[in-house]
C-alpha cells in the first residue's frame, strides 16, 4: 500500500462516525475497536454508568466485583483485552468445587470428571456421591452400543441414557445448574463439549470419551481476573475510549432508529428522566445533523443493548428479526462477607453447588477462596461469599424477601452447603436478568439467524451477551468480529457514504 492510499485511507476512518447504542462490555469492546483506526464514535447508555453487569459494590468495607468476578481463560482475548490496556491479570486457585444436598453431607467434586460426567464410575470419589446403585448403573455405559455421532444432542439425555440418573442429578446437573443456571437436558453437548460424540463414538463409551478429552492439555481452560477487580476493566475500556476522543453518554436512552437516503443512520436519544423523549419526531431526525444533540447520524450503527431493547430497535428495520424476546432466566445473587475461620481450610473448596431440589440456592462460591489476591486483602478468618438463587427453570428464592430477609436466607444456605458456621458482618443483594449460556441447545442457531438478518442490512450490526452467549470469554471475541465486519464495511465495503 502506498503512502497516498495509506493517507486516503486514514482520513476515510476519521470522515467515519459509528454509534453504538448499549455501554456494557460489548458496546464499549466494539467501540474500542473502530476508534482505535480513527473513527468518531459516540456510545449512548441508558444506565448512569457504563459496564452493564459488569461493576463494582463494597460489601462490609470492602470493594468487590458485582455480577462478574472472573472470565474463561479460553481463547486468550478476555487477557489480551486487558493487557492491552495496562491491565494485570490474575489466575485462579485450583478450581475445587463441591457438591452440597447429598444425603451424608457436602463432598468435593470427584476428580477426573468433564462437566461433572465421570471417566471412572467405580473411582471412591464418585460411588461416594452416587452409591453403589448409581455406580453398577453408570458402568453399564461401556457396555451399551456406541451412539452415531451427532445422533444424542441433549448432554442430559445423553448422559441420563448412558449413565443413568443419579450421575445426572448428583454430578452433572449440580455443576449445569450451579454454573450456567441451565439444566443438562437444555444443554447442546457439541458446544458444551466439543468432540465429546466423536470421542464416544471412538472410544465405545462416554466415560472413555470424558478420559480421552481429559488427557488433552489443550482444552482445559481456568478462571482469571484483573488485578483489583473486572470491573477495572470497564474503567480502562471507558477511559481509552475518551483518549481517543470518543463521545461516551451515560443517562441516555434512544428512542428513535431512522435510515437516511443517503445510507446513513439517525438515532435520537434522549435523556432518561425526560418529561417527553418521543417529541423527537420524524421531522427532527430528517433535519437534524450529526453533532445536534437529540440526534447522531452515523454510518453504522452497532446495536450492543439487551435483547428486549435490541429486538424493539431493530424491528422496524430487519424484516427477519421481530420485537417477541424469550422470558430472560432473572438470577440474584448475595453477596456475604462473614467471619468464619472453619473456611481458611482449603478442604472446604472454591464453590458449592446443590443437588436440584435439596437448597434453595443454586449453589455459591467463596470468592476468597478462589481468588487469592482477594484473600489478602481481607483479615484472617474474613471471607466472601457470593450465594446464588435463580434458575431458567426456576425465580430466585429470594424474590419478595427484603434486604435483611435476603441476606438471612443466604447465611443459613451457605451454612448447610459448606457445612460450616458462618457469622455475617454484612451483605448484599443485586438482581439481573441472565443471559442465555452460549451451550443452550438452540441458542447458536438463533444467533445466527438474527445475526445474519441484521448484518445484511447495511449500517447495521448488533453485540451483546444475548447474541454470544454469557461470559466475558463469549462476549468480548464476539464484539471484536462484529466491529471489524462494520470497520471493513465502512472502509472497503466499494460504498461510499456521504460526508
Known amino acids: 500500500m502506498t503512502d497516498a492510499s495509506t493517507a486516503a485511507l486514514a482520513d476515510a476512518a476519521q470522515s467515519r462516525h459509528v454509534v453504538v447504542v448499549g455501554g456494557g462490555v460489548a458496546g464499549l469492546v466494539a467501540a474500542l475497536e473502530c476508534a482505535s483506526v480513527g473513527m468518531h ?9 457504563v459496564g452493564g453487569v459488569v461493576g463494582s459494590v463494597e460489601v462490609g468495607g470492602v470493594v468487590l466485583d458485582a455480577a462478574v468476578e472472573g472470565f474463561s481463560s479460553r481463547g486468550g482475548r478476555v487477557r489480551a483485552l486487558a493487557e492491552q490496556l495496562g491491565l494485570d491479570v490474575v489466575t485462579s486457585a485450583p478450581l475445587a468445587p463441591w457438591i452440597a444436598g447429598l444425603p451424608k453431607g457436602p463432598v468435593p467434586l470427584p476428580p477426573g470428571t468433564l462437566l461433572g460426567v465421570p471417566g471412572n464410575p467405580w473411582d471412591v470419589a464418585v460411588r461416594r456421591v452416587i452409591g453403589w446403585g448409581g455406580t453398577w448403573r453408570a458402568y453399564l455405559d461401556r457396555l451399551r452400543p456406541p451412539l452415531t455421532i451427532g445422533r444424542e444432542r441433549s448432554f442430559g439425555r445423553l448422559v441420563r441414557s448412558r449413565m443413568g440418573e443419579k450421575v445426572l442429578q448428583r454430578l452433572v446437573a449440580p455443576m449445569s445448574l450451579g454454573t450456567f443456571g441451565i439444566h443438562p437436558d437444555d444443554v447442546d453437548v457439541e458446544i458444551a463439549a466439543s468432540g465429546l460424540s466423536t470421542a464416544l463414538t471412538r472410544t465405545g463409551s462416554l466415560a472413555g470419551a470424558v478420559l480421552q478429552l481429559r488427557g488433552d492439555e489443550t482444552r482445559q481452560h481456568f478462571l482469571q481476573s484483573v488485578d483489583g477487580g473486572v470491573a477495572r476493566l470497564v474503567d480502562a475500556l471507558h477511559d481509552r475510549l475518551v483518549e481517543l476522543g470518543a463521545d461516551v453518554r451515560t443517562g441516555t436512552r434512544v428512542v428513535a432508529l431512522e435510515g437516511r437516503e443517503d445510507g446513513r443512520w439517525d438515532v435520537g436519544f434522549a435523556a432518561v428522566g425526560s418529561p417527553d423523549p418521543s417529541s423527537i419526531d420524524e421531522a427532527s431526525l430528517a433535519s437534524a445533523g450529526p453533532a445536534r444533540e ?15 431493547e435490541a429486538r424493539t430497535l431493530l424491528a422496524t428495520h430487519v424484516a427477519a428479526l421481530d420485537a417477541e424476546v424469550s422470558r430472560p432466566a432473572v438470577s440474584e445473587v448475595v453477596t456475604l462477607v462473614v467471619d468464619a475461620p472453619a ?14 431440589g435439596t437448597h434453595r440456592a443454586t449453589g455459591l462460591v467463596v470468592s476468597s477462596t478462589r481468588w487469592p489476591v482477594l484473600a489478602a486483602r481481607l483479615p484472617a478468618g474474613h471471607h466472601v461469599l457470593r450465594v446464588s438463587f435463580g434458575t431458567q427453570l426456576d425465580p430466585p428464592a429470594t424474590e419478595g424477601l427484603d434486604e435483611a430477609s435476603a441476606v ?8 448447610t452447603m459448606l457445612g460450616a458456621s ?9 438482581r439481573w436478568a441472565a443471559a442465555v449460556p452460549a451451550s443452550t441447545i438452540g441458542h447458536r ?8 438478518a441484521v448484518s445484511a442490512v447495511p449500517g447495521l450490526a448488533v453485540a451483546g451477551a444475548w447474541i454470544a452467549g454469557s461470559g466475558l470469554a463469549q462476549v468480548v471475541p464476539d464484539a471484536i468480529a462484529e466491529a471489524d465486519r462494520v470497520r471493513r464495511a465502512l472502509l472497503w465495503g466499494g460504498r461510499r457514504i456521504a460526508e
Do not use: K, W, Y
Open 445 to 452: 442457531d438463533a444467533a445466527q439467524a438474527a445475526r445474519a
Open 343 to 356: 473456611l481458611d481450610a482449603v478442604s472446604h473448596g472454591d464453590a458449592a453447588f446443590a443437588v436440584p
Open 408 to 415: 438471612e436466607l443466604a447465611r443459613a444456605e451457605a451454612e
Open 41 to 49: 464514535v459516540t456510545v449512548l447508555e441508558e444506565r448512569d454508568r
Open 422 to 430: 458462618l457469622r455475617v458482618l454484612d451483605g448484599r443483594r443485586d
Open 294 to 308: 437529540g440526534v447522531a447520524t452515523a454510518d453504522a450503527v452497532i446495536v450492543a443493548a439487551p435483547e428486549a
